[in-house]
Nanobody, 122 residues
Framework: QVQLVESGGGLVQAGGSLRLSCAASGRTFESYAMGWFRQAPGKEREFVAA?????????YYGDSVKGRFTISRDNAKNTMYLQMNSLKPEDTANYYC??????????????WGQGTQVTVSS
């Protein structure tokens, strides 16, 4: 069982940056692949980024965030991060972290956080 808590969301102007954190409970954090998804009002939940378990040597990004967002993990802190740069109003959404198998679909992940809101003003 893994419990996930996101933080770091907020209101930012277009072009700005935010760093989201996802803190995990449990002693097996490093064995899980981790992912970020987002959901805007009236839209389906969308894949943002994923990182492999253990060393995190493999990362994947959604097309809309490539080159702007960076996913990383710190196993010593049981925490995953999402550095978001050059933010756009269309990045506005509730951001969720997830733990499970490495993948770009929601079905790959078994555990989910409650989400943190990111709002980008134009």
């Amino acid at each position: 069982q893994v419990q996930l808590v996101e933080s770091g969301g907020g209101l930012v102007q277009a072009g700005g940056s935010l760093r989201l954190s996802c803190a995990a409970s449990g002693r097996t954090f490093e064995s899980y692949a981790m992912g970020w998804f987002r959901q805007a009002p009236g839209k389906e939940r969308e894949f943002v980024a994923a990182i492999s378990s253990w060393s995190g040597s493999r990362t994947y990004y959604g097309d809309s965030v490539k080159g702007r967002f960076t996913i990383s993990r710190d196993n010593a802190k049981n925490t995953m991060y999402l550095q978001m740069n050059s933010l756009k109003p269309e990045d506005t959404a509730n951001y969720y972290c997830a733990a499970g198998r490495l993948g770009v679909t929601q079905a790959a992940y078994d555990y989910w956080g409650q989400g943190t809101q990111v709002t980008v003003s134009s």
